[in-house]
């Protein structure tokens, strides 16, 4: 590549540096925690690993894959992130039309209604008595219902259907479209960009929930997700190592090679349950820049 000038020359050299850097401080957590997990466990209390383990490993890996229940459980955590996503953004974004449009009587009535859910609920007891009375509790059902309508995203997804050239919803009711049509047809598709930035963030939410399973599902293992899986097998390293301190764990290094501590299994808990969403961001992020090509012509 030839430069006009050292001036462009150094230009591009010290943008390339800048973004190396950043690139290396971004992914450099995730690189840690990665060789942290392939770094036999023992090793790992000296310290000094950073973007490659000392010694090699995928013991961590076998002992936290080993239960046969992980299987039903990452099933179940992909079932409820696909259903969980696509009903609630679907139903958030059917509320929010309705309190977008101005001919809505009791728009402002039903907005003031969501947001003081923001700042006010009832407190885990009574929401277990409600999941209860609803017969919700030993149910696949009770990770989906309670988090249908999210009042953030609605927020969100409304403020966006306002910002929409009003003149293409008028039209359709001119040439007899109903209201449902209108915004499965127009309101939808030109909201695309908002509907994906609102499906990475139930589908996070979703994939990364465990507590509701240790309230209304612990009793019931087939339903069970991977999260609360993966909390189970820390919380048992955790008691087994309770009586052991790191110089014990260092001593006994050379007898036992195939042990694991809470700091590898927590570093290879967050490797698990992450590479699944890593995994689907890229496709997630055609639909991004399709939704936005679609989202910039709404004005002509």
């Excluded at 995203?153 to 049509?181: C, H, K, W, Y």
């Amino acid at each position: 590549m030839r430069y006009a000038s050292w001036g462009d020359m150094v230009f591009d050299v010290c943008n390339y540096s800048l973004m190396l850097v950043l690139c290396v401080v971004m992914l450099y957590p995730m690189l840690n925690t990665l060789a942290i997990s392939l770094n036999d466990a023992n090793d790992a209390i000296r310290g000094g690993i950073y973007l490659w383990p000392r010694e090699f490993t995928l013991y961590n890996y076998k002992y936290v894959l080993k239960e046969n229940t992980l299987l039903n459980a990452l099933l179940i955590s992909v079932l409820r992130t696909v259903l969980g996503t696509a009903i609630s953004v679907f139903c958030t974004a059917m509320v929010a039309y309705v309190i977008s449009r101005p001919e809505f009587v009791f728009r402002k009535f039903v907005t003031i209604a969501f947001i003081l859910t923001m700042y006010f609920n009832g407190g885990l007891i009574p929401t277990y008595l409600l999941m209860r009375d609803l017969h919700l509790i030993g149910t696949f059902w009770v990770y989906i219902i309670p988090g249908i309508i999210g009042v953030f995203n609605l927020i969100v997804i409304r403020s966006f259907i306002e910002g929409l050239p009003n003149s293409l919803i008028e039209s359709a009711r001119i040439d007899g479209a109903g209201e449902f049509r209108i915004f499965l047809q127009i309101v939808l598709p030109l909201s695309l960009p908002v509907l994906a930035t609102v499906s990475l963030f139930v589908a996070v939410y979703q994939w990364n929930s465990w507590f509701d399973v240790f309230l209304y599902n612990s009793s019931n293992p087939n339903l069970s997700t991977l999260q609360y899986e993966l909390m189970k097998i820390l919380q048992n390293t955790n008691a087994t190592m309770s009586g052991k301190t790191a110089a014990d764990a260092f001593a006994n290094a050379h007898a036992d090679a195939n042990t694991v501590t809470p700091s590898s299994i927590r570093a290879t808990m967050t490797i698990i349950a992450s590479v699944p969403i890593i995994l689907v961001y890229p496709f997630l992020q055609k639909y991004f820049i399709k939704g936005l090509t679609l989202g910039g012509v709404k004005g002509e």
